[in-house]
Structure formats: structure tokens, C-alpha cells
């Protein structure tokens, strides 16, 4: 937090008062190294911050490692490789973040802008996965009758909201995403180039697929499209409808 220093402070009075070391105060203030704080001058408290929260991955689910065409050692890799190790950089980051230079944020580069531009990417690359992971592992076919109405209401045919959702998973570069966007208050299907890239902001996902290389990679290559016939082929529809029902879409 920032701290407004006070005539007579001192770097050691100042961390002496809050009965922590010099050497952090320095860390998050290089500003100062060679000199004294000044009276008036803003300095950054790291250890004020809030202690962030540990975040921890979701359980695999044992119904992933039975997939119709998506084969285990295809889950748990993506899975307990780049699923969870978003999870641990998130952590990571947060931690770092506690004693980062904010007085030298910079948007060209700077320790800051790197950290939070970070932050961004790996905890979208978290929500995403999660979201992913948890509407697979069904039988596929349809979704129940009310997601169904409401994907005939938008797209005017179930069909041609599959037939726009698969053009969207060969088209994008990260994700394919059904969202009901609170500023129309419509479903869309919305395409991402990445976990940071083409996320639109008011929206709640309803169904999501992964399109990066490695959610398939080791089962079809450089050939997405089957992975995305397999992908349909197990999507649990529930979980879909458990979502819409949620956002009190009618």
C-alpha cells in the first residue's frame, strides 16, 4: 500500500515502524537506493498488501479419461501439464506482485506491466480450461429443451448454431466460445486467439472448446477438424444447461 512520508522518516525507521526489513522496502522502492526518503514523498508498503489467495486446480474428472475420441494420455497431459501449470504460474505471479516496482510501471516494458499482463494470460488460461474440462465428458447428441430453444431463437436453428460454432473452432487460434453477452442479452459464439485475446467483457460462457494444437495433438496432429467431431461427441449438454439456467436466461 502507499505510504506518505513524514518528516524525520527514515527507509530503517520506516520499516522498523511496520517490524519488517530494510532490504523489501528498498526492493519495492529502487528509488531510493543511495538515498533517504523525502517528506511528501509516496513510498510503496509491500508487505501491506493483502496476502493473495492460493488458488488450486480442479480434480480430473474420471469420466475425461474415457473419451469417444479423445484418448487419456491426450487428457492428462493437457490436463496436468497446461492446465495446472496455469494454475501454479497464477500463484507464482501473485506472489511476485506483492513486491513489484509499481512506481516504474511502464507500458512500453517495465517488472510491473510484465507480471500483470502475465497475471491476465494465465488466469483466463485457468477460467478457460475449467470451463472446457467441465463441459466434456457426456454422451453429446442435444442440448435439453431450453439451452435448445434458446439457441433456435438466436441462430434460428440448432443446426446452424452447430454449423457456426464448428467454423468458429477452425477459424480461431485458441478457443471457440457459445456466451450470452449481457449487452444484447443474445448467445454468440465468440472467437479467441488466445486466453487474453478476444475475450469480450460482460459475457457468461455457456459452452467452451479449446482449439490450440496441444488439446489434440497427440491424437490427430496438425488435423483439427475430426478433434472437433470428438469434441461434440462428448460434450455434456447438462453442464451447458446448467450454465444458461444460471445466468436466468429464459
Not at 510491473?112 to 466434456?136: C, I, P, Q, S, W
Request: charged fraction near 25%; avoid cysteine; proline fraction near 5%.
Amino acid at each position: 500500500m502507499p505510504y506518505n512520508v513524514k518528516s524525520g522518516d527514515t527507509v530503517a525507521s520506516i520499516a522498523q515502524k511496520y517490524g519488517q526489513g530494510e532490504e523489501a522496502l528498498l526492493a519495492a522502492n529502487p528509488q531510493l537506493e543511495g538515498r533517504e526518503a523525502e517528506a511528501g514523498e509516496v513510498v510503496w508498503l509491500p508487505w501491506e498488501q493483502e496476502v493473495p489467495r492460493e488458488i488450486r486446480p480442479i480434480p480430473l474428472d474420471p469420466r475425461l479419461l474415457r473419451l469417444d475420441g479423445i484418448s487419456a494420455e491426450q487428457i492428462r497431459q493437457h490436463f496436468e501439464i497446461l492446465y495446472v501449470g496455469y494454475v501454479n504460474k497464477v500463484n507464482e505471479i501473485r506472489q511476485q506482485l506483492r513486491t513489484a516496482n509499481r512506481q516504474a510501471a511502464n507500458p512500453t516494458y517495465s517488472e510491473f506491466r510484465g507480471l500483470k499482463k502475465g497475471e491476465t494470460y494465465a488466469m483466463d488460461g485457468v477460467k478457460l480450461h475449467e470451463y472446457y474440462f467441465n463441459n466434456l465428458g457426456g454422451s453429446g447428441g442435444r442440448p435439453g429443451p431450453r439451452l435448445l430453444r434458446a439457441l433456435e431463437r438466436f441462430f434460428g436453428s440448432y443446426q446452424r448454431w452447430e454449423e457456426d460454432f464448428r467454423a468458429v473452432g477452425l477459424a480461431a487460434r485458441g478457443w471457440a466460445v457459445l456466451s450470452l453477452d449481457d449487452r444484447d442479452q443474445a448467445l454468440h459464439n465468440y472467437l479467441l486467439d488466445s486466453h487474453d485475446h478476444g475475450v469480450v467483457v460482460m459475457t457468461k460462457p455457456i459452452l467452451v472448446l479449446d482449439v490450440y494444437e496441444h488439446a489434440y495433438f497427440l491424437d490427430y496432429g496438425a488435423h483439427r477438424a475430426p478433434y472437433i467431431e470428438a469434441f461434440f461427441r462428448n460434450i455434456r449438454w447438462e453442464v451447458a444447461e446448467r450454465r444458461w439456467a444460471k445466468v436466468g436466461a429464459a
